[in-house]
């Protein structure tokens, strides 16, 4: 199961980097639960994912980049690179649009019925906030 799983994984950033938010019904199962850095802003359900990428694409024009991927039972690890260019205001700020970014990130999805079912995330968003220009450098 694990190459089926890590295909899985790369099909699912390959949707995300191309915007691609009809590829994902294929991959994602439609009670999909996407925890972030905070579950402020879980992502609950297939629709939600797919407006939560339709967002981030119109908003960073940002690719992934995977650098590892581990699979094991029915979960799968992977560690990317997240780079782009900030394309509306970050934070209410205009001079942050066309920074460009490039942070580094690490997800653990759950495999269930073939689909991907939950994900936990967490990426560099201090990187990102102090690269787009949005918070000053320390």
């Known amino acids: 199961m694990s190459k089926q799983t890590k295909d899985l994984a790369r099909r699912f950033y390959e949707a995300y980097s191309a915007g691609d938010t009809n590829a994902l019904e294929a991959i994602v199962s439609p009670d999909f639960v996407g925890h972030q850095n905070s579950d402020l802003n879980a992502i609950a ?50 001079s942050t649009v066309g920074k460009p970014f490039k942070v580094r990130g690490c997800a653990i999805f759950r495999v269930a019925d073939g689909k991907l079912a939950e994900r936990w995330m967490t990426v560099d968003q201090f990187g990102w906030l102090r690269q787009s220009g949005a918070v000053p450098n320390a």
């Open 45 to 94: 359900g297939l629709d939600a994912l797919k407006r939560h990428v339709a967002s981030a694409k119109s908003s960073m024009n940002n690719v992934y980049t995977i650098e590892d991927i581990i699979a094991e039972g029915d979960k799968v690890v992977v560690r990317y690179v997240m780079e782009g260019k900030i394309a509306q205001p970050l934070l209410n700020n205009p």
